[in-house]
């Protein structure tokens, strides 16, 4: 329940296409949560709606492997493409991890999403390796500074200056904190829009901006089982597609901002089909 007085979500939850866009996530949700496999064998099928969602997210951060390569690898410590799916994979087996902690203390979160996505802090820090200890304590796991610079593949948009940045995480972090009764789908869209429009760290922020949306999806309780991987509905709706739809978050219109919550829930039931997939394999005993 909402303790904001003033809540600009619910304001959004309202926008043209958005009813509809939430009815249809949350009935597509009901459907996969209602499946037989999911009441016998739910672990599995997080298993691998975690393993897959990584690889999308990757996939969107420039690193596109095939599946089998993903679950093949051990060793992700190789070149950028190699530390980009690592950090992927690390994200998605932390997310769940932080549920507890989102709600009070969201940038204690997003800090601890970009040390966990760093891995290899030389390469979080965009650095050459043996480069000083001192930068790489400088630049992971906090707001980036004026002058630094910023690896984000795919997201050519402005980059706001420090001082936004700070101020509009504060503006996200109270949002979260005071609650909304606006429906989870709104809330994860702002969420991911934000965090990719501020680019806050200097390495790894489209990684970290899909992962927070994937913990409000689970820790709001429409998808409790992380069953239902957005970043899988991102990647197959096409870098393009995201792009376009990102920019229309960025204009701040209300068409835009419509297009974009709708474009999440397009994915969000996008991870959906995705799972149920994998629960009629596990059913068939293909998987």
């Not at 709600?103 to 000083?132: F, I, Y």
């Not at 503006?171 to 680019?199: C, F, N």
Request: one cysteine or more.
């Amino acid at each position: 329940m909402s303790t904001n007085p003033a809540d600009p979500l619910v304001a959004l939850g309202a926008l043209p296409g958005v009813p509809d866009a939430v009815d249809s996530v949350r009935k597509a949700v009901d459907r996969v949560y209602g499946h037989r496999v999911m009441r016998r064998r739910s672990t599995e099928v997080t298993s691998e709606a975690a393993l897959r969602g990584a690889r999308a997210s990757a996939a969107l951060s420039g690193a596109d492997w095939a599946l089998e390569e993903v679950r093949r690898r051990t060793d992700f410590g190789g070149d950028a493409e190699a530390r980009t799916v690592g950090a992927a994979l690390r994200l998605g087996a932390e997310a769940g991890q932080l549920l507890s902690i989102w709600r009070q203390s969201p940038m204690r979160v997003l800090a601890r999403l970009h040390l966990v996505a760093a891995g290899d802090p030389e390469a979080a820090a965009g650095t050459a390796p043996g480069a000083p200890a001192r930068v790489v304590a400088d630049t992971v796991g906090r707001p980036r500074r004026d002058g630094e610079s910023v690896d984000e593949p795919l997201i050519e948009a402005p980059l706001p200056g420090a001082d936004e940045v700070a101020g509009r995480l504060e503006g996200l972090a109270d949002l979260i904190v005071a609650g909304s009764e606006a429906p989870a789908l709104v809330t994860a869209a702002v969420v991911h829009g934000e965090l990719l429009a501020l680019r806050p760290f200097t390495s790894y922020s489209g990684l970290v901006a899909r992962a927070a949306e994937r913990i409000v999806l689970i820790g709001s309780g429409l998808d409790p089982k992380a069953v239902c991987p957005a970043e899988v509905g991102h990647a197959e709706q096409g870098r393009a597609a995201y792009v376009a739809a990102f920019e229309g978050y960025l204009s701040g219109t209300p068409d835009g901002m419509a297009a974009w919550i709708a474009h999440c829930g397009r994915a969000v039931e996008l991870g959906v089909r995705e799972s149920t997939a994998v629960c009629e394999a596990l059913q068939r005993g293909a998987a």
